[in-house]
């Protein structure tokens, strides 16, 4: 699997650990290990850009995700050892450091565990999951909880 990060951001983060858990959370779905991932993190200004831009928001958000070949991206048991399947280009997550430590402030946990929780939602929503409506709101943070526990619980062995 393919994992491209760059941080364009000027915050001090742990990217290795950003890929880990992003490859943690794409292993555990199933994902082709052919797929392909961009992470890159950002300042407040150019997601504050990105954000308007691509969904009409104001001001900066955590995260935002890209889907590329969305109806091509092989996940679920058995389907990432198919012979012969192509790459898949899953999409890019972009990730801002600065509204992260600010919300890791708020729950009550340190910025890097904010960028994990952010990464997992972004696989996640690159996957096809959302949070809309209450229901998949419900699936997708239950699914995302537990891919950041057995992401941990690899780490603290």
């Given at each position: 699997m393919s994992i491209e990060i760059a941080n364009e951001s000027?915050?001090?983060v742990d990217t290795d650990a950003?890929?880990?858990v992003a490859r943690h959370a794409l292993d555990e779905m199933g994902v082709n290990q052919l797929a392909e991932l961009s992470v890159l993190l950002v300042d407040i200004d150019y997601m504050a850009e990105l954000n308007h831009r691509w969904m009409g928001g104001d001001g900066p958000t955590d995260v935002l995700a890209f889907p590329m070949d969305e109806g091509?991206?092989?996940h679920g048991p058995g389907e990432n050892a198919a012979a012969?399947?192509?790459p898949a280009l899953l999409g890019d997550i972009v990730l801002c450091p600065e509204v992260a430590a600010k919300?890791?402030?708020t729950a009550g946990h340190s910025t890097a565990d904010e960028l994990h929780l952010l990464t997992v939602h972004g696989v996640l929503h690159l996957l096809g999951?959302?949070?809309a409506e209450p229901e998949e709101e419900r699936e997708m943070f239950a699914?995302?909880?537990r891919l950041l526990a057995s992401w941990r619980s690899t780490r603290s062995r």
């Amino acid at each position: 699997m393919s994992i491209e990060i760059a941080n364009e951001s000027g915050a001090d983060v742990d990217t290795d650990a950003v890929l880990a858990v992003a490859r943690h959370a794409l292993d555990e779905m199933g994902v082709n290990q052919l797929a392909e991932l961009s992470v890159l993190l950002v300042d407040i200004d150019y997601m504050a850009e990105l954000n308007h831009r691509w969904m009409g928001g104001d001001g900066p958000t955590d995260v935002l995700a890209f889907p590329m070949d969305e109806g091509s991206v092989d996940h679920g048991p058995g389907e990432n050892a198919a012979a012969g399947a192509e790459p898949a280009l899953l999409g890019d997550i972009v990730l801002c450091p600065e509204v992260a430590a600010k919300q890791a402030v708020t729950a009550g946990h340190s910025t890097a565990d904010e960028l994990h929780l952010l990464t997992v939602h972004g696989v996640l929503h690159l996957l096809g999951y959302d949070h809309a409506e209450p229901e998949e709101e419900r699936e997708m943070f239950a699914l995302q909880a537990r891919l950041l526990a057995s992401w941990r619980s690899t780490r603290s062995r």
